[in-house]
């Protein structure tokens, strides 16, 4: 069962919801879990989720940037470090790699479609704040501005992105037809992994920039790997996205382990 989560205090969340219930609604395999709160409040909600045991958890958003650029996007959850946006500290969630691949791909496909899309930017951002649940979680999100989360022509893509990911059987994890990777280094934006998975070549679960690389541990290194799921084949390594002590410390503890990597 997939669960669509509809946070009343976002508004970009609530027309998202609303879309959605309107052109599609809930199934047998679909259900809707709406909360008074707003999306950084979900981890009190992990004994719900215990309960529902949701193969995947979708959450409806907004996005917020400083550069207030217009951008339909996904992403994982979880905290490199501090937990200043809720959730646990040092701890993430399982990022799904097939699923955030097959949304970005899904919103590039309906921005090609629709001219109402035509400003936005597409991608795919690393993971950042709560919830650090142990369950598989991705935002699906319209940004950056009041203006972005009140255009219905955004919203309904974003609801469209939310149906495809939990109907079409092809994002599964049996259904794997592409290389899944972890993501070190770059800006928070991963310009170089959005590449990669734009063209199809690459699906990507957790991707940490080069902002919190700083943080990582060997702890936090195999979270991102063991929370990616299906199973990583390697991890990307974006050279000139990190320094020489961050890329020395991740591939040291990559190779401790026997974990695959590629330079990028």
């Known amino acids: 069962m997939k669960l669509i989560v509809v946070a009343k205090a976002n508004k970009a969340s609530v027309n998202i919801g609303k879309v959605f219930k309107e052109k599609y609604g809930e199934s047998t395999d679909v259900k809707l879990f ?89 991608g795919m951002e690393a993971t950042h704040h709560s919830p650090t649940i142990d369950f598989p979680v991705m935002f699906v999100e319209v940004g950056s501005t009041e203006k972005q989360w009140n255009d219905l022509a955004a919203c309904e893509a974003a609801a469209d992105v939310i149906n495809k990911l939990c109907t079409d059987i092809s994002q599964e994890p049996h259904e794997k037809k592409v290389p899944v990777a972890v993501g070190f280094g770059g800006c928070h934006y991963c310009p170089t992994f959005n590449r990669k998975l734009l063209a199809g070549e690459i699906a990507f679960g957790h991707i940490c920039p080069k902002y919190k690389a700083d943080a990582l541990d060997e702890d936090l290194i195999m979270q991102t790997i063991n929370k990616t799921e299906p199973k990583p084949d390697f991890a990307a390594i974006e050279w000139k996205g990190l320094s020489g002590p961050q890329r020395k410390k991740i591939i040291a503890v990559l190779e401790k382990n026997k974990i695959a990597w590629k330079k990028l």
Request: net charge neutral; with cysteine; glycine share 6%.
């Open 34 to 122: 709406e909360v008074k709160e707003n999306v950084l409040d979900l981890d009190k909600y992990e004994k719900d989720f215990k309960k529902l045991k949701p193969e995947l958890i979708l959450v409806a958003s907004s996005h917020k940037s400083e550069a207030n650029i217009p951008m339909l996007n996904c992403h994982p959850t979880g905290n490199w470090d501090t937990a200043d946006l809720g959730g646990d500290p040092r701890k993430l969630s399982i990022a799904p790699a097939l699923y955030l691949r097959a949304g970005v791909l899904e919103y590039q496909k309906l921005k090609a479609m629709r001219k109402e899309l035509s400003g936005y930017e597409i």
